[in-house]
């Protein structure tokens, strides 16, 4: 099993050349939506060197890192702020910073290791949550969960803190058996119920996390047939060591970056599975075999992914070099379906086909016509397409190719000219992007 | 939490989209369990009366003199009390629901409650809203029935959505108006935004070219704007059959009549009424209490009248409940101090009708209060599963009999 | 036919008398809330060149504000108004309501009518028929149901309805709009008692002065609904509502009317509001509330360092435990005597009808600008420290109230861990306590207790509370250099501290920076910087001061802002 058999790397050819629509497609998988320029230079770069780019260890714009740091400081995020204000911090990073492909993947950890503000009501547990994500995000799978184990808003989250010797919660040791690592039918109730017993001594304490010794249950324990005292950090060990655990994260990735629609042949799941356990489950190992590969770049994965909410709206301020206030557009998103640091549940968020449904199509209209109109008190003119434009000559073109790469279909094209001529001033281009933002194939990824 | 096992398998959305499979012309995501009894397109409307109702001058017992002796000052007399049977009456306010009742559309569960009932307003209400008593609260019950039958659910109104709603696979959305329905167009008249219109319809319209996933997002489209159409219609030509009071809870009841009369495909709208927190002058027949039920009573009646005149009646069924009652003795200012044993109120036509259970005593109280006789998860159960569809031990555990609460 | 036609109706408004340029007159007997402008002209002038409005202006937020959807269409409008009629704002300000406006309004149902007196008839006509087209063609955007203009006849007077909340007429100089159209009827012809007007204008004079715009309230009215009744009868005999708000509702309780009066100058801003209720018919079991004939009713307004703001009232312990028989219903008295005896359990030699006693009638209290945390556990976003400091009328009411304070600390203290340490500040001894952090409480989770810290001290004649030590010695000293003053008649009076707002921002400026960054996504020094410019704003507001008074003849409410500059 060759892992260049079934993630051969792309390299462009006439025969599968490098063009605009599949520029716009790794923007988009790797990010949130890009600007005319960076369509451009990718479309100049190459598919390879653009990875290059996006992997590289580049830091967020000392501003926005700065911006955000002093957003984060306990004065300006106390214990009790609110999940909106959480949100927003999240996506002011995200609308300002300049690291998509490290806060994409942080999304896709956070919806892994779905922990909600609901239940862990405490915003810099919630922050440091994160923190521990972004650490680890592109870094050595087995450290972010042994991290997680003991993260203060997981042990909330899941129970950690009422766990104890002769009591122990169950909690943990099933979701991360079940929801972090291995997947059903790969490991059995015992198991569940002994790694339990590894994850106890915990409380919380005047709003600290504080260890117990004697409240920890040091004694033998057996998980998948091996005998120990085992503590937290060995029993994700346990769980590592299986197959089962690899092929799992790999088809979540797949599923997050690759398509809503189909899943991965049992090949391309064997061979990525393989590849990360010999690069010790390092993500950017991992994550850089798969995005590389010609596979990715294929008509069974071009738009076959559906928008997520922060995707579709920071996709068009992004798009049309806007400037507006996360806390306000945090405020929309939630009505969307997608609050940051507030999954539904333990599972995350369904994605896919469920992020759309009669209400939250029309919602997302709205939001674009919101954005786009210089009329809503939120986001006044902070995104006009008109200061956008600046006067270009022929709009549908521009718009058509920032947001859809020319592709779409002619009929829809000529309409949305004809439109235009009719109104080429003022609301008319606002009214022009709106519409662009309404076509079913901007919802897709 | 047993239903996370579902969740890799390929999710069948169902927003409401759903609703109109035939339209399309292509099977969409059909309703899982459609075959089972109960999960024909039955409707659950709850009512959240928030403060804790009093009961006790809800449901009336007439003959009772320890009930005058309890209530001196804020007692409604007995000549006044709306009769439904011999011994127990409504509020002189509730000419409707006695109405409903008599006709066999309401029914009445007497003192209903949970052990060692919690006086505070957070805690109570949680209780009654994830059906359970653990102390971890994350889901709702009816979110977590949404989850079992995939359903969608409305919360109409401007309050933050309820815990009740959540944990289902979408979040419910909350409406305040029908205007949140209509698309917003950006123009200077009329014809520019109906130019607009037409164009984002027939570019919704085109062939997705073999990606099943940008078909699913064409057809969403259509129906998202059938919806929309539908809803302008109704809320144009609505004219409710009844008229509907123009008080808060009326303009909630008759925008989620116009949603269900638009067949959207919800299966639950969550509406509530505030007020009843009535720790002080209270009054009696007349007073800030009887205005509330005046109110109550008056909304609901209008829905149900209206929905059975439009066909929905048999369908559509409405809950009314409180996070708890109150205390039996009147306190100091002409009021009640929190309590419990409220009765539950059911509206609407599959109902049983008339009164379930037995009306806690007024003599053996508790450090005051009504003690339930009957546990309220029985009464969810009856409807998790003649109304949802659902197995109630998926949602609220086992041990909770249901109610003999629905007909057939 | 036309034309002849065209110059009977011409003849007709020449000879139509024009009314009385007395807007208020108009105004009919059912509403029970009416506003008057009698200088319109004035009153704009006023509020636009005040100079807090004018400095607010220059601030980045609220110019914000001016580009917001509504805020513009307003200022579009008031230009194409200029335009229609050839004029600048302000002369056709003068033009169409130079005689002033009045609005009245029935509470239930919300049915209101504007009477609006210009000097120029033709200027009115023009406006208004600018009016009605601006409302057609909003109307005609909403194309499912267009309206049309109905006009109806009442006697001479034509008037014009649009929908169902829009009715307007014109008779010569005056203008008529109202939403509700039977309001408008009854406003054009019937004409409003003489009796209805003068109770009106009663307002006018129970308010001193001339000012810029004046309400009258028809108390009585309100008093009647059943509602209203049930308040009443609730709140009498409620220990709360009457230790906090009781004069005040005896007051309005005892009127028939309510006035209210706003007057704005360059200097400042004042809204008045009084009821005609006599000090001498105040309920006699709320003599707690007012102090006897010849003494003041609250001591000057404690100032210290870093003050936000400062409240100094009249309440008399005493009289309320000698009437509270009167002031609780028999379930709160039940409750008062238990927790009396519960408590006196813990204090051997002391009492808490001892307490009432000694304790003085007047009280003060501050808030100061100190938020050092003041433990590891304690939040970064603190609550400003604050004191209350109370005199006494026994000089045995220090021992009294710091006995009960000690006793009160150590029934605490083995749940929540209290440590007592004793501290010398500017020379008073100062009792301080301080909460455990290892201790966890079942009540407060949150762990609010590690905002503060306790401390109380004798200071002179006064008992000092504070709820945290370094609120003591700017309080000290600001009792110590305090001069002797008569104090002031009102009996209760709070103020807020403008450069105090400025200084506590300069202090914690990370929740209005980050508020700024998130919501307008401003870089962090654009952030910083606003918000040193709003701090530096607030140092122009001066203070605001609130007091409530039971005069001879009324009892007022009033709101008093001074600008920095009158303090020169």
Known sequence: MNIDQHWKRYEPSSANPWTLAKAGHLLRRTGFGPTTSELQQALNDGPQPTLDRLFSEAKHSTDAAQASEYAARERSLPRDAGGTQLAAWWLHRILNGSKPLHEKICLFWHDHFATSIVKVQQARFMLGHYRLLSELALGDFRKLVNGMSFDPAMMIWLDTVESRKGKPNENYARELMELFTLGIGNYTEADIREAARAFTGYELLNNRIVFSPRKHDDGDKTVFGSTGNWNGDDIVRLCLAKPACAEFIVRKLYRFFFSDLAAPTDDRVRTAAALYREANYDATTLLQAMLRSEHFFSPTVYRRKVKSPIEFAVGIVRGLEGNIGALPLAQRLENLGQQLFAPPSVKGWDGGRSWLNAQTLLLRGNLASALTSTRDSAFTDRCDPVKFLKGDVSPVDSLTKLFLQDDLPESAKDKLAAYADAHPKGDGIRSLTHLICSLPEFQLA | ?408 | MLRIRLIMFALLIATTPSPASDPLSAIPDEADLVIVLEKPTRFVEAGRSFPAIVSALELPAVKELFRLPNVKQFFDLIALYESELQTDWKTLLNDVAGNGIAIGSKTDGGAAVIVIDGTKPKVSEAFLNSVLKLVAREAAKDADKPEELRRVKHGDIDSVHFGKEFHAARNGARLYFANNEEALHKTLLNTPKKTRTDARLEARKLLSGSPDAWLWFDLAAAKDTQAGRDFYSATKRDAIQNLVVGGTIDALGRADFLAAGLTIAPKGLDVTIRVPSKRSELRPELAMHVPPAGTPGSLPLLEPAGVLASMSLYLDAKTFYIERDKLMNDNQKADFDQGVKDISKFLPGSSIRKLFEQMGPYHRLVMLDRVAPLYKASPEQPIPGFAYIGTMRDPAYAKTATGILRAAALIGTPSSGLTMTEQTIESVNVVVYRFSEAKQLQDDLEGLRFQFSPCFAIVGDNLVVGSRPDVLAPVIIALRTEKKSEGDPAVWRAKAYGNGVAGLIGKIPEPLVTNLMLTRNLSLKAAEAETKQIAAWFETLGAVEFRLDHRERDYEMKLQWTLPEAAK
Not at chain 2, 169 to 181: R, Y
């Open chain 2, 1 to 408: 939490m047993t239903h996370r096992r579902d969740f890799l398998k390929t999710s069948t959305l169902l927003g409401f989209g759903a609703a109109v499979p035939g339209f399309l012309g292509k099977t969409a995501f059909a309703t899982p369990n459609a075959d089972k009894a109960g999960a024909k397109e039955t409707i659950l409307v709850v009512v959240q009366l928030t403060g804790g109702n009093d009961g006790l001058n809800t449901v009336i017992p007439r003959k009772d003199a320890e009930y005058v002796k309890l209530r001196p000052t804020i007692g409604v007399p007995q000549d006044d009390v709306l009769k439904l049977n011999d011994d127990y009456g409504l509020h002189p306010m509730m000419e409707g629901a006695a109405k409903l009742y008599a006709d066999g559309l309401m029914t009445i569960v007497h003192g209903v409650g949970y052990p060692n009932p919690s006086q505070s307003h957070f805690r109570s209400m949680d209780i009654w809203n994830v059906g359970h008593l653990r102390e971890s609260i994350t889901e709702g019950w009816l979110g977590q029935a949404m989850f079992q039958n995939k359903a969608g659910a409305f919360h109409l109104g401007g309050e933050t959505a309820p815990l009740a709603l959540q944990g289902g696979t979408v979040k419910a959305p909350s409406i305040a108006s029908l205007a949140e329905f209509q698309r917003k167009f950006l123009s200077g008249n009329a014809a520019d935004a109906s130019e607009q219109e037409s164009l984002v319809r027939s570019t919704s319209n085109g062939e997705a070219g073999g990606n099943d996933l940008l078909d699913f997002v064409q057809r969403t489209a259509t129906t998202t704007y059938a919806a929309g159409d539908r809803l302008k219609l109704l809320n144009k030509n609505y004219e409710a059959k009844q008229p509907y009071p123009t008080n808060g809870l009326g303009g909630k009841l008759k925008l989620a009549a116009q949603l269900i009369d638009a067949n959207l495909g919800a299966r639950i709208y969550y509406v509530s009424m505030d007020g009843f927190d009535t720790h002080a002058g209270q009054g009696g027949k007349a007073g800030a209490h009887a205005n509330l039920l005046g109110e109550f009573s008056s909304a609901v009646t209008a829905f149900v009248r209206d929905l059975e005149a439009r066909g929905h009646g048999k369908r559509v069924t409405v809950l009314a409940f409180s996070e708890f009652g109150r205390r039996a003795k009147e306190n100091g200012s002409r009021g009640t101090d929190h309590g419990s044993g409220a009765p539950l109120m059911l509206f609407g036509g599959g109902l049983k009708g008339g009164i379930v259970g037995e009306h806690p005593s007024l003599t053996k109280l508790h450090e005051g209060n009504l003690v339930h006789t009957v546990d309220f998860r029985r009464a969810y159960a009856s409807i998790l599963k003649d109304r949802l569809g659902v197995e109630p031990e998926k949602v609220i555990g086992k041990g909770h009999d249901p109610l003999p609460l629905f007909a057939g």
